[in-house]
């Protein structure tokens, strides 16, 4: 069983910048892929970014391209997710989640794991 707990989430404004974080327990992070989803009030939930089990690998949401970067440190537990130049519409509860997989975690429907949710609201 693994436990994730995401934590950094806050209050931003435009164009401000955050570094989320998750950390796992339970078990080590050394063979799963690691995703962030994201949802927004009345909307669904949606796919932000993801790595491999190694960080050789990572993908990310058109939305967020060139603006987050996903990394781990695996002898820490921990992925991160820094969010810069962020919008508006980046506002959302982000959700860590993991997969026992030496590829990506790109669908929601792929998790194992999920974490708690942290909040980030981006105001003008």
């Known amino acids: 069983q693994v436990q994730l707990v995401e934590s950094g989430g806050g209050l931003v404004q435009t164009g401000g910048s955050l570094r989320l974080s998750c950390t796992a327990s339970g078990r080590t992070l050394t063979s799963y892929a690691m995703g962030w989803f994201r949802q927004a009030p009345g909307k669904e939930r949606e796919f932000v970014a993801t790595i491999t089990w190694s960080g050789s690998s990572t993908a990310y949401a058109d939305s967020v391209k060139g603006r987050f970067t996903i990394s781990r440190v695996n002898a820490e537990n921990t992925v991160y997710l820094q969010m810069n130049s962020l919008k508006l519409e980046d506002t959302a509860v982000y959700y860590c989640?993991?997969?026992?997989?030496?590829?990506?975690?790109?669908?929601?429907?792929?998790?194992?794991?999920w974490g708690q949710g942290t909040q980030v609201t981006v105001s003008s």
């Open positions: 989640a993991a997969r026992e997989s030496r590829g990506l975690l790109l669908s929601q429907w792929s998790a194992a794991y």
